[in-house]
């Protein structure tokens, strides 16, 4: 019997493309199967975390699935024949992980924040806004069609998320405003009316609020990552006096083990609490 096959989402795919235009074809896309070396692998991945060892990581991690393929039974009858493994030596965690980020903005910074975002075009306002807000994921936002808003409530696919579990945000005034303003079909459009999904020009947006951040403040702030957006909320729920459970369940995590199993009251209504006294408390940092 054939086992499921995971169907993989589109960023997904999206950065493995990456990893083989920008890393391995350039190398390998010319070489016989059968000719390539673990030290000609070795110096691929070595090569690379030179400069960006995370990425050499996951280059040797793409490797290793490559050459799994090659020898798998859908690689023989794709006419795939390999005499060795060339990837058997090699490590998806040669290098040192850099330490998980803790950064969290302060109420301070939060204000200062709201300041610069509010000058950016329409989109990114309400795109960085609601990733402030609602804690939820940087692609999650970015992605969203207006389809998914009803009734004051978003909801989010299982196909968009991080654990394939559909995510109701229960939206405040403030995140209801956001969405409402949106016009066509999609949460935050470009000037065609497509989304707003080049990273590139995200990465230029952050940096341009930071740039503003750092204005409205007169000194030097620690720099942020949109996830740390989603990191802010989550640390702020304790002070707020919101359940560990539901800060959980505002954020979609899944729940492990025999909580997961026997777990499984509807917290919709105390999410939507939650959310509620998170904007309330981001609104009066304004």
Known sequence: MKGTRRVLKPRTLADKRGVWTGDIEPTLSAAALNEVTA????????????????????????????????????????????????????????????????????????????????????????????????????????????SEYR??????????????????????TWGRELFEQAKGHWLAPNATGKALVERRNWYRVRDRVHARMERLAGRSLERWGYHDLRRTMRSNTFRLGIAYEVAEAMLNHAKQGLERRYDVADLSSYTREGFAAWEAHVRSLT
């Not at 393929?69 to 490590?91: C, E, K």
């Not at 009734?151 to 991080?162: A, D, F, H, L, S």
């Open 151 to 172: 009734g004051g409530v978003w909801t989010i696919p299982g196909e968009r998320t991080k654990n394939a579990q559909p995510h109701a945000v229960a939206l405040g």
């Open 39 to 146: 030290d000609d692998l070795w110096a691929l991945v070595e090569r690379k975390g030179e400069t960006a060892p995370v990425r050499a990581n996951r280059l040797a991690g793409e490797l290793k699935v490559m050459w799994a393929w090659f020898a798998s039974r859908a690689g023989q009858r794709a006419g795939i024949r390999i005499d060795n493994d060339p990837t058997a030596s090699l490590s998806a965690r040669y290098f040192a992980q850099s330490p998980g980020r803790r950064r969290i903005l302060t109420d301070e910074e939060i204000g200062w924040f709201l300041a610069a975002v509010a000058v950016q075009g329409a989109s990114y306002m309400r795109a960085l806004t609601l990733m402030l807000l609602t804690g939820c994921r940087f692609s999650e936002v970015v992605e969203a069609p207006l």
